[in-house]
């Protein structure tokens, strides 16, 4: 009987891989096919949409466009998530429950919602939607994972560490700089790559926050209308998934260096 339920679970877990994977492999599958429809059978193997995608300049400076968002909008958030979670994981301060039911509030707000309310803020304030304009609202987006990964990774080690540290003569700052941040340096360059993937692939935000430039996947969206043009977006994101892919392996990778780490320190 239980290796029947062994099996049965095996099975399921294939099945729900399969079903939530195979989307994105067919993506891939049919960024090689030859041909403008994205049906089978396949006419054949092709480079043709990659070398394409090489040459279609408002693409790659859409994707620069996105490039620069994430990266400053992760170190942002970055910064001040970790700040956030060090308070929180070593402090207990009065009205410290407030502030994190606040600070994680971003995680169950609708992007969508969240956008609007945005956008009707920044045309209150006579703020002209630009680059900039996305870049702050993926910082709102991406400081509670941050301040959740790191704090996550603080609450495994004791603060008497930063104690001892004090107790030999090291000031505040001296000990954040050379216990606390590196303690948190696994933590804090996950959480930057997991902020940067989710600030690349992000399109509500970027849809209802941008000016004359576009990102990447608004780009992507407004090319959805011509049926020529549907073999560069399905190439483009394919390349995305995979570059993707790769950099939460990544992520993932250090999270569990850090987690195993903590575990021989304890």
Do not use: C
Request: hydrophobic share 55%.
């Amino acid at each position: 009987m239980r290796q029947t339920g062994k099996w049965l679970g095996l099975g399921y877990y294939l099945l729900l891989l399969l079903f939530l994977q195979l989307p994105i492999l067919l993506l891939i599958v049919f960024s090689f096919n030859d041909s403008v429809l994205l049906v089978f059978p396949l006419r054949g193997f092709t480079l043709q949409w990659y070398r394409e995608l090489l040459q279609a300049t408002e693409l790659i400076n859409a994707a620069k466009n996105s490039l620069l968002i994430g990266l400053v909008s992760s170190v942002v958030a970055t910064v001040l998530g970790g700040a956030a979670a060090i308070a929180i994981a070593r402090y207990n301060f009065p009205g410290r429950e407030f502030f994190l039911n606040i600070a994680t509030l971003p995680l169950v707000i609708p992007y969508v919602v969240l956008a609007v309310a945005l956008l009707i803020l920044f045309q209150a304030l006579k703020i002209e939607l630009s680059l900039w304009t996305i870049m702050i609202g993926h910082t709102i987006i991406n400081m509670p994972y941050v301040m959740l990964i790191v704090a996550a990774r603080l609450s495994g080690f004791a603060n008497n560490l930063e104690e001892a540290a004090m107790d030999l003569g090291a000031t505040y700052w001296g000990t954040l700089m050379r216990v606390t941040l590196p303690i948190s340096m696994p933590a804090l360059v996950a959480a930057f790559l997991s902020s940067f993937t989710m600030s690349f692939d992000e399109f509500s935000l970027a849809f209802f926050l941008a000016g004359t430039q576009n990102t990447l996947p608004v780009y992507l969206y407004s090319q959805l209308r011509f049926p020529s043009r549907l073999p560069l977006a399905v190439t483009t994101a394919a390349v995305v998934i995979m570059v993707s892919v790769v950099i939460l392996l990544f992520s993932e990778w250090l999270r569990r260096v850090g987690t195993s780490r903590t575990g021989k320190g304890g």
